[in-house]
T-cell receptor, first 113, second 113 residues
Framework: NAGVTQTPKFQVLKTGQSMTLQCAQD?????MYWYRQDPGMGLRLIYY???????DKGEVPNGYNVSRLNKREFSLRLESAAPSQTSVYFC????????????FGQGTRLTVV | SQKIEQNSEALNIQEGKTATLTCNYT??????LQWYRQDPGRGPVFLLL?????KEKRKERLKVTFDTTLKQSLFHITASQPADSATYLC????????????FGSGTRLQVQP
């Protein structure tokens, strides 16, 4: 099993450009999450999705949109990238039952110049 | 609002000593708490879970305690090794896996040989 797969691994954008970060999981999980991680800030939740067709805002949703395309895939879109969105982005998924652990992708390192 | 606090300062210890990391939470009533390890450039990996009715949980050289009165969890690594050097994150949780999953900012542990 691949677990959680993120693409791309690295990306450089110019200010104002748009892009979509892709995430897919093969564990049949209902819940999926997007985080950003900045030095010294830990993981901050951007959006999450508890099931196909539903999404909810996390701690830092401004400047981002998400799509839960199907049960496997959860994408994060930057419509107009800003330097403040330079960060490492992680996707994660989790099963429904109580106590379930989260599984993370390898991350996407995004630089906005 | 809910808040999760971990020591922001890096913890430096000598090999063979016991490392103790702290996770404090406010405005939370978690039913369980998870600990994750994150190596540089990689996504977090689940280590241990402790439930509110468990005072202590052990796994090999790892020990976690959970004090719901103090609103605190302690994470201990005994006989620490340089390979234990990483950032450790805590996540207090309640309910099923279909909820937001938020983390403390993490504590970086450096074990000196």
């Amino acid at each position: 099993n691949a677990g959680v797969t993120q693409t791309p691994k690295f990306q450089v954008l110019k200010t104002g450009q748009s892009m979509t970060l892709q995430c897919a999981q093969d564990m049949n999980h209902n819940s999926m999450y997007w985080y950003r991680q900045d030095p010294g800030m830990g993981l901050r939740l951007i959006y999450y999705s508890a099931s196909e067709g539903t999404t909810d805002k996390g701690e830092v949703p401004n400047g981002y949109n998400v799509s839960r395309l199907n049960k496997r895939e959860f994408s994060l879109r930057l419509e107009s990238a800003a330097p403040s969105q330079t960060s490492v982005y992680f996707c994660a998924s989790r099963g429904d039952r109580e106590f379930q652990r989260a599984f993370f992708g390898q991350g996407t390192r995004l630089t906005v110049v | 609002s809910q808040k999760i606090e971990q020591n922001s300062e890096a913890l430096n210890i000598q090999e063979g000593k016991t490392a103790t990391l702290t996770c404090n939470y406010t405005n939370y009533s978690p039913a369980y708490l998870q600990w994750y390890r994150q190596d540089p450039g990689r996504g977090p990996v689940f280590l241990l879970l402790i439930r509110e009715n468990e005072k202590e949980k052990r796994k090999e050289r790892l020990k976690v305690t959970f004090d719901t009165t103090l609103k605190q969890s302690l994470f201990h690594i005994t006989a620490s090794q340089p390979a234990d050097s990483a950032t450790y994150l805590c996540a207090p949780l309640r309910g099923t896996g279909r909820r937001a999953l938020t983390f403390g900012s993490g504590t970086r542990l450096q074990v000196q040989p």
